[in-house]
């Protein structure tokens, strides 16, 4: 494999280049000098715009899980939502006028609190609650469910995680105003890591073969997986006794996934079917939650390999890894 190439860019804390809001604060394109101004906290689960010149994601740097914008290149960073709850999972709409996210902010009378999903304005204001599901659907004296990882299709619905029926995070779908819930999957297993397939055909997914987990890793245990946008039976992409893949992302013209492996830290490939797939890492550089631009031609992906996570960038012609966040 061809060895990583680490640029600094932009220190963060100004604003997506599309809204033009505000200046930056800084000009040079590299981190901080001063340790007492690296920002606490981790960058991750970063997410195209359907263009390509922007990206969502969460951090913690201010203290808390909170929801950020920046330039594909790392500058212009901005934070977009304000509370002491915890905001996360973000996800542009397929037009890339809004923002969806998951967020406990409304609390539970008791603990734990639960998670809803979110739609706000790319400046971060008009935030409005989609789902408000305040119990389980087989049993109403239950706690309220958990409503996480949305993802909107390219014809502008949203798929999403909830463990509204019998505690299974299964996944659903809804309009883009919260309407018109219905579920997807009836596998009764854990899902995680949705991404459909470019021509929204399809969605992928993780799942554990014994429904839920000791562990969140562990060996043959996680796969990817399939169902149809409109819902039905789900069928293994992958299938592996010896170890767990898991958190893909399919090339834009849906050939090819990119996955991460258990026990190795860096990348793997294989066909959208599950075939051509090796026991040889594809990249082997710490990289995990990865996801494809759409016009094919970068991967950003989250990495520990400076410490903590961060939110890096690869051109995918030359391998070149561009590191796009300062949390610490």
Not at 29 to 46: C, K, M, N, T
Not at 233 to 249: A, K, L, Q, S, W
Not at 269 to 289: I, K, P, R, T, V
Request: include cysteine.
């Amino acid at each position: 494999m061809m060895p990583y190439v680490r640029r600094t860019l932009l220190s963060p804390l100004t604003l997506l280049s599309a809204l033009c809001l505000l200046p930056s604060p800084t000009t040079a394109q590299e981190a901080p000098d001063d340790p007492g101004a690296r920002w606490l906290g981790v960058s991750d689960f970063g997410a195209w715009s359907p263009d390509g010149s922007a990206i969502v994601f969460h951090s913690t740097r201010d203290g808390n899980f909170e929801i950020y914008v920046m330039n594909a290149d790392g500058s212009q960073q901005r934070r977009l939502t304000h509370n002491p709850w915890a905001d996360f999972w973000p996800a542009f709409s397929a037009d890339g006028a809004e923002i969806a996210f998951s967020s406990d902010r409304e609390g539970w009378v008791s603990s734990p609190s639960r998670n809803q999903i979110y739609l706000m304005n790319l400046d971060g204001t008009n935030v409005r609650q989609l789902t408000d599901q305040s119990y389980q659907d087989d049993d109403p004296q239950a706690a309220s469910s958990n409503n996480l990882y949305p993802l909107f299709h390219p014809e502008g619905w949203i798929a999403f995680l909830s463990d509204r029926s019998n505690g299974w995070h299964e996944i659903y779908a809804m309009e883009r105003d919260g309407s018109n819930a219905r579920r997807l999957t009836y596998d009764r297993r854990h899902h995680f890591n949705p991404f459909f397939s470019p021509d929204g055909t399809m969605i992928f997914f993780d799942t554990h073969k014994d429904g839920y987990p000791t562990a969140a890793i562990r060996d043959g245990g996680w796969e990817l997986h399939a169902v149809a946008s409109i819902g039905g039976p789900t069928r293994n992409i992958t299938e592996n006794p010896r170890h767990e893949d898991y958190d893909g992302t399919m090339s834009p013209d849906g050939s090819r996934i990119i996955y991460n492996r258990s026990g190795h830290p860096g990348l793997f490939l294989m066909n959208a079917d599950g075939s051509g797939q090796s026991d040889e890492a594809w990249y082997d550089e710490s990289a995990f939650s990865p996801r494809w631009s759409p016009d094919g031609t970068r991967l950003l992906f989250t990495s520990t390999r400076d410490g903590h996570r961060e939110l890096y960038v690869m051109e995918l012609s030359t391998r070149e890894v561009t590191r796009l966040t300062w949390s610490r």
